[in-house]
């Protein structure tokens, strides 16, 4: 079983920058496709990035490109989610995922199936 940790949240002004991590302990699946998602308040959880586990291969949902980055350390078992110039509706609860790496496609890594979820970490953007 795969254990995942956030960190990183916090409260930003508009404009600033904020790096989430997550930190992965247990049974790590090999090959694993790793994600961040997100939930606003009244909204449903969407995918925002996945980078497969040799970090060959990233996804971003469109209207984050260019503002977010997702990067891992696999020797520190521990993956992140970089955010610029985050605007107010950026805030809400991140989550990182794990799941075997079926998952880092095109087609599927923004599904909210993954295997594993952490708790969250809490992002407020105030304007």
């Known amino acids: 079983q795969v254990q995942l940790v956030e960190s990183g949240g916090g409260s930003v002004q508009a404009g600033g920058s904020l790096r989430l991590s997550c930190a992965v302990s247990g049974n790590a699946y090999s090959n694993m496709c790793m994600g961040w998602f997100r939930q606003a308040p009244g909204k449903e959880r969407e995918g925002v990035a996945a980078?497969?586990?040799?970090?060959?291969?990233?996804f971003y949902i469109d209207s984050l490109k260019g503002r977010f980055i997702i990067s891992q350390d696999n020797a520190k078992r521990v993956w992140y989610l970089e955010m610029n110039n985050l605007k107010p509706e950026d805030s809400g609860m991140y989550y990182c995922?794990?799941?075997?790496?079926?998952?880092?496609?095109?087609?599927?890594?923004?599904?909210?199936?993954?295997?594993?979820y952490g708790q969250g970490t809490q992002v407020i953007v105030s304007s």
């Open positions: 995922a794990a799941d075997p790496g079926d998952r880092c496609d095109e087609n599927n890594w923004y599904e909210d199936e993954y295997m594993s």
């Open positions: 980078i497969s586990f040799d970090g060959g291969s990233t």
